[in-house]
């Protein structure tokens, strides 16, 4: 076999198969087998996309609301079976802190576009604005919230981030399926796979507050939230990571900004239910 | 919760998370017009069914309304689910007639494969592994995606179809008209396209740094 017929045969070959002369080929030319290295690498890689993505909120919430309109989704009263929820008699909430913090998360993420040679430092600009937040009335009843809103966890150095999250959970378990996968036979395979599961850092202290309010206010919206949250900081840190490596790259940065504003926007929709 | 007094009655809420039920109960459910029991399924499923619909149009607002009418379709439909085939392939089925759908809308040639079929001049480069830039080793998430984003819209949809969402091409075959030899050559020049994109990408990066 030749490489001119390896490369007429691949599209019924590449998959997995045990040609004796193709496997023959391959052992004995190193461009063909470098070839077909690179494209089961990339069909490996293609694979993790499956669920790489998740949608925001948002989504559902028109789903549910259009459903509702249509009378699909039916009154409580009427599905047999349904738990009731007497809710107790409201108690003053207040979410005056959210509002700062998404502020402070979108000028991170701002900050982020400005290109630096160096890693990036901690968003000054971040602290800054949230430092002129308006402080708390004392005769408020709200839950005390931030003095001052830092910038989320998901703008610290992916270095520090502890390995959590379903994501780096699904990296590490995903099976190599392919020798050119193989952790052992690729170091460099193998570092990515210890930075993926780095990835997802756990909530900040101002999304454990927000997680916390949300399950007070809107119990039946934690899990939604909590996931949502998850996700976005694990592709905050992601992207941080790449830019890391790679910071002259502005697509990266405008994707960065553009995370840190669905971030936003999780705290605005939970702001809008809320009051 | 603390401030919420709950009656328990029937069956229990589905939003519990201490309250397991499988998702055939789910669909049951929604059936009846239980919200609890639709946001189950759509929290089992959005992942995938979003991420179909982004890998296909590259676009975020755009998949997230496709994502969105999908669901909205399956959920309208489910008094006739039957269970004879797994619920996931039947929404999987769903997502890709929506988008497919929304592509022959704007008129995009991935309606049709022999479209992208390219010129002897313009298929990928015959040439294999003569680059100094190496690619077996690792891949990066983000650039796999660029490069993705980046095919024409034929290779594209048979690469997503194939090598993402795990279609076989007799089945891409049927979704959009075509033959299996096409589906399996298309395939292959939308991998060969994006062996080279993420060279390039590569060895951009290398000049850069």
């Known amino acids: 076999m030749t490489c001119t017929d390896v490369q007429q045969a691949l599209p019924d070959l590449i998959d997995g198969s045990e040609d004796a002369e193709f496997q023959s080929h391959l052992k004995s030319c190193p461009l063909c087998a470098e070839l077909v290295a690179d494209l089961n690498l990339i069909v490996g890689e293609a694979r993790e996309l499956a669920e790489s993505e998740e949608p925001p909120a948002r989504v559902w919430v028109q789903i549910s609301n259009q459903l509702r309109s249509e009378g699909i989704i039916r009154d409580t009263e009427t599905v047999p079976g ?31 576009l400005i290109p630096r ?53 699904d990296r590490a378990s995903a099976p190599a399926s392919n020798p050119a996968q193989s952790a052992a036979g690729h170091p460099q395979l193998a570092g990515n796979a210890r930075i993926e599961r780095e990835i997802s850092p756990p909530p900040s202290a101002e999304d454990q507050r927000f997680l916390t309010q949300v399950s007070e206010r809107t119990p039946g919206m934690r899990t939604t939230y909590e996931s949502q949250l998850r996700a976005v900081n694990g592709e905050i840190s992601e992207t941080q990571l790449y830019i890391q490596r790679h910071p002259g790259d502005q697509d990266a940065r405008q994707h960065l900004l553009e995370v840190y504003q669905q971030k936003t926007m999780l705290y605005q929709m939970a702001l809008d239910h809320i009051q | 919760m603390p401030h919420l007094n709950r009656v328990a009655a029937g069956k229990g809420d589905l939003t519990d998370p201490k309250q397991r039920i499988s998702e055939a109960e789910a669909i049951e459910r929604a059936k009846q017009g239980d919200e609890a029991a639709f946001e189950i399924l759509y929290q089992l499923h959005k992942r995938r069914v979003y991420s179909l619909c982004l890998r296909m149009v590259s676009n975020p607002s755009q998949a997230e309304d496709l994502a969105q009418e999908a669901f909205l379709q399956l959920f309208r439909k489910i008094g006739t689910f039957r269970g004879e085939s797994a619920f996931s392939t039947w929404l999987h089925r769903m997502t890709v007639n929506v988008v497919l759908m929304q592509l022959r809308k704007k008129g995009l040639p991935s309606v049709s494969l022999e479209e992208t079929l390219e010129s002897d001049d313009e298929a990928p480069r015959k040439e294999f ?51 299996i030899g096409n589906s399996k050559s298309q395939l292959h020049k939308a991998r060969l396209k994006l062996r080279d994109y993420l060279k390039s990408m590569r060895a951009e990066k290398a000049k850069t740094g």
């Not at chain 1, 890693?119 to 009843?141: F, I």
């Open chain 1, 82 to 112: 349904r738990p009731v929820l007497v809710p107790a008699p409201a108690r003053r909430w207040n979410a005056w802190w959210l509002a700062p913090v998404a502020a402070a998360v979108i000028a991170a993420g701002a900050y982020q």
């Open chain 2, 129 to 179: 592994g003569a680059d100094d830039v190496k690619l077996s080793g690792a891949i990066e998430r983000m650039q796999l995606k660029r490069a993705i984003d980046k095919l024409p819209p034929g290779y594209k949809t048979v690469f997503v179809l194939h090598d993402v969402e795990g279609f076989e091409h007799n089945e891409i075959a049927q979704i959009v008209g075509c033959s």
């Open chain 1, 117 to 169: 040679k160096t890693a990036a430092e901690p968003p000054q600009v971040a602290q800054q604005q949230a430092g002129h937040v308006a402080q708390p009335d004392a005769n408020q009843q709200a839950t005390q919230g931030p003095e001052v809103a830092h910038p989320p966890q998901g703008t610290q150095s992916a270095a520090t981030a502890k390995p959590s999250g379903q994501l780096a959970q």
